[in-house]
Nanobody, 125 residues
Framework: QVQLVESGGGLVQAGGSLRLSCAASGSIFSDNAVNWYRQAPGKQRELVAGITSGGSTNYADSVKGRFTISRDNAKNTVYLQMNSLKPEDTAVYYC???????????????????WGQGTQVTVSS
């Protein structure tokens, strides 16, 4: 069973930093692009950052220069380093990826879209 589990959220003052982690089980993370989304109360979910299997990255304009996405394929984990946090960064942050399940050492030929459960980030002013 494929699972994405986020961690690292919390309460921080404006200007502070947090590092979110997204760990995958039941699949090989390195084969696929991974994205971080966020959803603030009353707002639509939005793409924050993404990283391809080759390590290319992209960011929403609102977080460029402040957030950094990275991956550690050996740990099957993707990170989101968030610096210079602002109150408007307050949201639930979700990890998302299309992954190929691996069961009993066999990799599925079809990929499926998976979401983590989310981790709350609250930035106080």
């Amino acid at each position: 069973q494929v699972q994405l589990v986020e961690s690292g959220g919390g309460l921080v003052q404006a200007g502070g930093s947090l590092r979110l982690s997204c760990a995958a089980s039941g699949s090989i993370f390195s084969d696929n692009a991974v994205n971080w989304y966020r959803q603030a109360p009353g707002k639509q979910r939005e793409l924050v950052a993404g990283i391809t299997s080759g390590g290319s990255t992209n960011y929403a304009d609102s977080v460029k220069g402040r957030f950094t996405i990275s991956r550690d394929n050996a740990k099957n984990t993707v990170y989101l380093q968030m610096n210079s946090l602002k109150p408007e960064d307050t949201a639930v942050y979700y990890c998302n990826a299309d992954l190929y399940p691996v069961v009993g050492g066999f990799k599925f030929t079809a990929s499926y879209n998976y979401w983590g459960q989310g981790t709350q980030v609250t930035v106080s002013s």
